[in-house]
């Protein structure tokens, strides 16, 4: 049978084999999903200090983890809404065959190679090459989500013939919404890479733990004199 071959067995035993193909498929979509938005965290990491005056130590500490904290929650909220438009979309997917198991992979080879983009932004959001690193990741992956439902919602190829032809329509344009929505804010990466990141403006070196924040004066000295 080819990639591309819709399955045409209507016996009870071939529709419950798909079936529990397209279990496993979801199964270890989840997995995926689950797996990448928990090592979203592991970039944040307990301050160790040393010494007396713990409190007033640790309250700076944990500021400097602030630039962390924002690229986790906006991490978590991407990846969370890609496991939202991958369920909306197997609402309706009623079939799979090699090709949308292929298509399935490349998304999910994309979210979990994710946190480390996210992680790079955390640590480098001040600069073009961590927001294009880190908006072309989730636009590809956007892509991949966009080319997966349209492989199985044109002409009801893998999708319920009771979808309408409107909702396929509509998925593929919400579908299309986020890519774009990367893709053109690249632009203002390369342009301004400070209104990207200014939430993240911090010099690594400063604290090899946390990414500690120092002022954008003593960044700006540092880098030139480098």
């Given at each position: 049978m080819a990639l591309d071959e819709e399955p045409r067995q209507r016996h009870p035993i071939g529709q419950s084999r798909h079936r529990d193909e397209l279990a496993r498929l979801l199964a270890l979509s989840d997995g995926v999903f689950a797996i990448a938005i928990t090592l979203l965290v592991l970039q944040l990491t307990v301050p160790e200090i040393a010494g007396g005056a713990v409190g007033s130590r640790l309250s700076a500490q944990l500021a400097a983890t602030i630039p962390r904290i924002v690229t986790?929650?906006?991490?978590?909220?991407?990846?969370?809404?890609?496991?939202?438009?991958?369920?909306?979309?197997?609402?309706?997917?009623?079939?799979?065959?090699?090709?949308?198991?292929?298509?399935n992979l490349a998304v999910l080879l994309c979210i979990a190679f994710m946190p480390f983009p996210i992680a790079i932004l955390g640590l480098y959001g001040n600069t073009a090459v961590a927001v294009i690193f880190y908006t072309s990741t989730v636009a590809l992956a956007g892509f991949g989500m966009?080319?997966?439902?349209?492989?199985?919602?044109?002409?009801?190829?893998?999708?319920?013939?009771?979808?309408?032809?409107?909702?396929?329509?509509?998925?593929?344009?919400?579908?299309?919404?986020?890519?774009?929505?990367?893709?053109?804010?690249?632009?203002?990466?390369?342009?301004?890479?400070?209104?990207?990141?200014?939430?993240?403006?911090?010099?690594?070196?400063a604290h090899p733990g946390l990414g500690a924040p120092v002022p954008k004066g003593a960044v700006a000295s540092r880098r030139a004199a480098d």
């Open positions: 986790y929650c906006i991490g978590f909220a991407v990846i969370a809404l890609f496991w939202i438009g991958h369920r909306r979309s197997f609402l309706y997917i009623v079939r799979t065959n090699g090709v949308l198991t292929l298509l966009l080319l997966l439902w349209v492989y199985a919602g044109v002409g009801h190829r893998l999708i319920s013939r009771d979808v309408s032809s409107r909702l396929v329509t509509h998925q593929a344009l919400r579908a299309a919404i986020s890519p774009l929505v990367f893709l053109l804010s690249m632009p203002v990466g390369l342009v301004e890479p400070d209104g990207c990141g200014a939430l993240v403006d911090s010099d690594p070196g």
